[in-house]
């Protein structure tokens, strides 16, 4: 689900598939039928299981403290699919995909709706041409519609288990994917991975001739996104942006962009004590139990979650049971929603209730921090409602 894609598909008469279909046959096709637009420009590549959002956001607020121009294709959206587009930190406006999607009107190649958004952004890349375009692959890497670029450099900050649906079970299945956007002669800065998938990657380099890059530390960094894993996020984006950059990299430009760089949904305050988090899998709901433990010390914790029924709930939910002292199950609008019935039941905490995303959340106890977690789709219902659901947290 893209929110605000309908519109466009009902205004310029678009059909496509809101289903996913891995593979790069449909896109290659398109992309010929519009003088392919992939083949101009510099781009970064980012796949992995958890940190692509916030390594790109590091890594385009240093190339832009360093006087460059960026794009950036986000998935998913913050509030809707203007800002998975957008151009030195600003969301493509409505005008300009309105006139994007007129000219992806005339294709005739069938297509999903990722598919068609991936189209827009590198119509939207080629028209303004920054020096710098920073593609986050939707899901996977290898089949993902967005690996059809040759990218000046790769990044993958993390493997873990998610999408067993359409990646495998395992974590080498798993990881063939993240290495598919490994191009040769290009590098690839990686973050810390299993044994099992640095085995896999260090093949893939060897065979396509490829350096790997590992980051060093940046422990006493103090950044705005919070929690220890931005800091390995952040020490990536370092890595890239030397490779691209060479002697005109500044490292005194590089640290102020990373500590001002800022991302939604990644442990963000939208009201004193109420917190919206995009964890979804069980490493990055490790990531953020540890981030809670850290900035709310001996303080009670209330989790509103809600989450997609494809991804591993249940381990999602033990993680997330080691610091919550009650839940608030949620129902929300999406074809992918698992029933909050289903967490509530699976649930091992005796505090807990189920409400409706559209409802409005009673206040708990003074002092209680409000955790919001488990889709980003979700996060960005209850933000695009003005936060309604929180009427209470904001008097």
């Known amino acids: 689900m893209i929110i605000g894609l309908e519109h ?10 809101t289903a996913i279909h891995p593979g790069l ?15 101009v420009g510099k781009f970064v590549h980012l796949a992995g299981t958890n940190g692509k959002g916030s390594t790109a956001t590091f890594l385009s607020s240093i190339l832009q403290a360093h006087g460059y121009s960026v794009g950036n294709f986000y998935s998913p959206c913050i509030e809707d699919l203007h800002d998975q587009i957008q151009l030195n930190g600003k969301p493509i406006s409505p005008q300009e995909l309105e006139s994007i999607m007129q000219q992806l009107s005339h294709v005739k190649t069938p297509l999903t709706d990722f598919e068609l958004l991936t189209l827009a ?3 939207v ?3 303004h041409a920054p020096d710098f375009a920073i593609i986050e692959a939707g899901m996977g890497g290898a089949l993902d519609s967005t690996n059809v670029i040759i990218p000046k450099i790769a990044i993958i900050p ?9 990646l495998g079970n395992s974590i080498e299945e798993i990881t063939w994917h993240k290495a598919g956007i490994i191009k040769k002669w290009q590098p690839v800065v990686i973050g810390e991975l299993p044994v099992k998938s640095l085995d896999i990657i260090r093949e893939t380099a060897n065979r396509l001739h490829v350096d790997i890059i590992r980051p060093k530390d940046l422990n006493n960094l103090k950044l705005k996104l919070k929690g220890p894993h931005q800091l390995g996020n952040a020490s990536l984006a370092m890595e890239a942006a030397k490779e691209l950059l060479g002697k005109s990299f500044s490292e005194d430009k590089a640290l102020n962009a990373l500590s001002t760089a800022n991302l939604a949904y990644r442990f963000e305050e ?13 490493a990055s709901a490790e990531a953020l139990v540890k981030t809670v433990k850290e900035a709310y010390p001996g303080s009670s914790i209330h989790i509103v979650m809600g989450i997609l029924k494809d991804k591993d709930y249940i381990k999602v939910l033990r993680e997330l049971e080691k610091i919550s002292d009650c839940f608030t199950f949620l129902e929300f609008d999406n074809e992918r ?8 039941l699976e649930c091992n905490n005796k505090r807990k209730t189920i409400l409706k995303y559209n409802d409005i959340l009673p206040v708990y106890e003074k002092g209680t921090v409000t955790l919001v977690t488990g889709s980003l789709y979700l996060l960005s219902l209850l933000r695009n409602a003005k936060y309604s659901f929180f009427r209470h947290y904001q008097e």
Do not use: C, M
């Open 8 to 17: 466009y598909k009902e205004k310029w008469n678009i059909q496509t598939d």
């Open 25 to 39: 046959e449909a896109i290659t096709a398109a992309l010929e039928e519009l003088g392919n637009p992939h083949k």
């Open 121 to 123: 952004a590198l119509l």
């Open 125 to 127: 890349f080629r028209k």
């Open 158 to 166: 993390s493997i873990s288990i998610d999408h067993t649906n359409f």
């Open 270 to 282: 939208v009201f004193p004590g109420v917190i919206f988090d995009g964890a979804h899998n069980q």
């Open 337 to 344: 929603a698992l029933p909050a019935e289903k967490l509530l």
